[in-house]
């Protein structure tokens, strides 16, 4: 149910394509840790909490109701508002969720609590962004606190020195943060994903290291 990983928003996956893509940003964003779970949309209208849904794909149609107890329940702000969320299970309930549901990644974990509403506890949602309200790239989140809303950690940016030094810092937060994440949102005119330093993927290489000829069996390796 969530295997489709397609993305929402385009990905720079090495420091030279973020590099092409953002070295002339002046202005101010966020560069925001990209969690790695179930993306939820919660809507509000005249401060009132209407209804949660998925995104809509078919991939992940299912009830998500039962995480109205893990947002607010109004807001200070009367027109009609989409807080788009993603929910996931921290690192540090997984464990039980892999020994219980059988889970292999916290991904899936999110679909298992889901179906078991006496275990909607263990799910975390977070808030990265507002439709239908105008708020500047680099004050959403603080926005969405004040309402709140749980939010991913972040840091203001303004250049693309700023954007490394940022990425940088997310980085080596990585391993301790307690959300699964996959890599990092630059926010600020245009919303890319960052998938470098530690979330950068390998590049592996293939070469000869022998010949061998067995003409008798008519093979060539």
């Known amino acids: 149910i969530l295997a489709d990983k397609t993305e929402s928003i385009p990905s720079l996956n090495t420091e030279l394509e973020v590099q092409t893509e953002l070295q002339y940003f002046e202005g101010h964003g966020t560069l925001s840790m990209k969690h790695d779970g179930f993306n939820v949309q919660v809507n509000y209208y005249k401060g009132k909490l209407v209804n949660i849904m998925t995104r809509g794909r078919s991939c992940d149609a299912m009830d998500v109701s039962k995480l109205r107890s893990r947002v607010p329940a109004e807001i200070p702000v009367q027109d009609k508002i ?79 020195n700023e954007i490394m030094m ?49 003409f008798n069996l008519y093979r060539i390796s």
């Open 82 to 160: 989409k807080i788009v969320c993603e929910c996931t299970v921290s690192k540090a309930n997984f464990p039980f969720c892999a020994s219980m549901f059988g889970n292999v990644s916290e991904r899936s974990a999110v679909s298992s609590v889901l179906a078991k509403p006496e275990y909607i506890h263990l799910l975390d949602v977070h808030a990265f962004d507002v439709h239908g309200y105008e708020v500047k790239p680099e004050n959403k989140f603080e926005l969405l606190q004040s309402w709140g809303f749980q939010t991913p950690k972040f840091y203001k940016v303004n250049n693309y």
């Open 166 to 214: 940022a990425m940088q810092y997310l980085s080596e937060a990585k391993d301790s943060y307690e959300s699964p994440t996959d890599g990092a949102v630059f926010d600020g005119g245009k919303r890319r994903a960052l998938r470098i330093m530690a979330w950068e993927e390998p590049i592996y290489q293939s070469f000869v290291t022998g010949y061998l000829e067995q």
